[in-house]
């Protein structure tokens, strides 16, 4: 089939062109009803990603309605509502065996990968492991977060305490996720960024904000779970400022190649404090972030920041660039 899809040329370089695919055995091809900005797809247009190399199409979180369907599908037909993640592992490598599958050696191999354009391919072991259909309940854009929402979910299945004083640092997109999903599991709830303008979207959530300025972490006392969602140095730096006896702190967000930071060994042995990164999810995150989204369990219609049609795209990422809103819904 042919139909127009957005190619990432070079750095801030968006070309609408014509492509042509086809779904092979077990893959499906879905007309996209919704896809959403984000964090991976603005670091990609600012200065590339060595998983994606130019030209690339470009856009994941999405979802949409089964157009094609290639062999050996029975339980899809044509017209059925979808969703689906970015990826899932291949069960058989080293790691997989492990259980590590957000660790798995062959995880982009096979890759949901387009999203901005009016189909998109999903490969066969993501149709096979990780394809859902969308419940009529929800909206597609709402669907869409089913990629991002896995990330959040997996980052937190470490955490088994209750009743946790949480601090959000950065209150972007995956922030904002972080938030909700904290407060729904029943923690007392702030988020802090330098953006004040941001997080005048959570005052109707019931989640504190903090406006931070220069020296601010002196002002509040220290909390039990601290997530990372900057990806800063000015944030890392907060996080160990303000943990707690006995607290974790979760770098959510992904760092540069090469960078260091200075930790107090001795604080944090004595504190009894856990630092621990996050990357990416496995499928039973993936199946808890689609039950969350399918329940409406989660306060998500705050995440959308604005509706465009998909030729505005180039006009959307520059607001993205410019900080502005959390995510931006491209309707093709």
């Not at 303008?197 to 909390?223: C, H, M, S, V």
């Not at 959308?304 to 990422?317: C, D, I, N």
Request: proline share 5%; hydrophobic share 40%; net charge neutral.
């Amino acid at each position: 089939m042919k139909f127009f899809a957005y190619i990432l040329e070079d750095v801030e370089k968006l070309d609408l062109v014509e492509i042509d695919k086809e779904p092979k055995e077990g893959e499906i091809l879905v007309k996209v009803k919704a896809a959403l900005t984000c964090g991976t797809d603005t670091k990609m247009y600012k200065r590339g990603h060595p998983q994606f190399p130019f030209p690339s199409l470009f856009g994941h979180e999405a979802s949409g309605v089964v157009a094609e369907k290639g062999k050996g599908i029975g339980f899809l037909k044509e017209g059925d509502e979808v969703l689906f993640p970015v990826s899932s592992p291949c069960l058989k490598c080293e790691f997989c065996l492990k259980g590590l599958e957000n660790q798995c050696e062959n995880l982009f191999e096979e890759k949901v990968w387009g999203g901005f354009a009016e189909y998109i391919l999903i490969p066969k072991r993501i149709v096979k492991n990780s394809t859902f259909r969308k419940p009529k309940n929800i909206t597609f854009e709402e669907g869409a977060l089913l990629d991002p929402l896995s990330s959040v979910v997996f980052s937190q299945n470490i955490i088994k305490d209750l009743n946790l004083k949480v601090l959000i640092i950065g209150a972007g997109p995956m922030g904002f996720l972080q938030a909700v999903y904290s407060k729904y599991k029943g923690y007392d709830v702030t988020i802090c960024d330098i953006n004040e303008e941001r997080l005048k979207i959570y005052e109707d959530l019931n989640i504190k904000t903090i406006f931070a300025q220069e020296g601010w972490e002196k002002n509040y006392n220290p909390f039990d779970f601290i997530i990372e969602c900057s990806g800063t140095r000015g944030g890392f730096e907060s996080s160990l400022k303000l943990i707690g006896k006995g607290g974790k702190i979760c770098l959510f967000a992904g760092f540069p190649k090469n960078f260091y930071i200075q930790i107090d060994g001795s604080k944090l042995h004595y504190n009894q404090n856990l630092i621990y990164g996050s990357f990416h999810y496995d499928r039973k995150a993936v199946l808890e972030a689609y039950n969350l989204i399918s329940e409406v369990k989660l306060n998500l219609k705050k995440i959308f920041s604005g509706y465009y049609p998909l030729r505005e795209l180039p006009f959307v990422m520059e607001k993205v660039l410019k900080g502005e809103g959390l995510k931006f819904v491209i309707t093709p």
